[in-house]
């Protein structure tokens, strides 16, 4: 069983900065891949960006490449989101996500590839 906590997200101008943070508990196995997920009202939720927790290899979705940086602290179970030149269309819900299994480049962004999920954290960003 993992349980994850997002935290952090607010409400910022275009150009600023948030830090998402997701504390997680579980066995480290069962979170060998850790993604953050946005979904804006009356869209999909899309990946933006997956860690493997193992390796350390990270990826990122093209529409924030640059701007958003996704890191862990292993030691305190912690994934974080850096997101800075914030821009308006960035203002979704954020949710954190775990599997087992490690992030393939094809399935790391795909939603139903994840068995476990936080609450979310909400990122508003006004122009």
């Not at 480290?28 to 946005?38: E, K, L, P, S, V």
């Not at 862990?72 to 819900?93: F, G, I, R, V, W």
Request: hydrophobic share 35%; aromatic share 10%; net charge neutral.
């Amino acid at each position: 069983q993992v349980h994850l906590v997002e935290s952090g997200g607010g409400s910022v101008q275009a150009g600023g900065s948030l830090m998402l943070s997701c504390a997680a508990s579980g066995d480290a196995y069962t979170r060998t891949c850790m993604g953050w997920f946005r979904q804006a009202p009356g869209k999909e939720r899309e990946g933006v960006a997956a860690i493997n927790t193992r390796l350390e290899t990270t990826y990122t979705a093209d529409s924030v490449k640059g701007r958003f940086t996704i890191s862990q602290d292993a030691a305190k179970s912690m994934l974080y989101l850096q997101m800075n030149s914030l821009e308006p269309e960035d203002t979704a819900m954020y949710y954190c996500a775990a599997r087992v299994y490690n992030c393939a480049s094809g399935s790391w962004s795909v939603p139903g590839t994840f068995a476990w999920w936080g609450q979310g954290t909400q990122v508003t960003i006004s122009s």
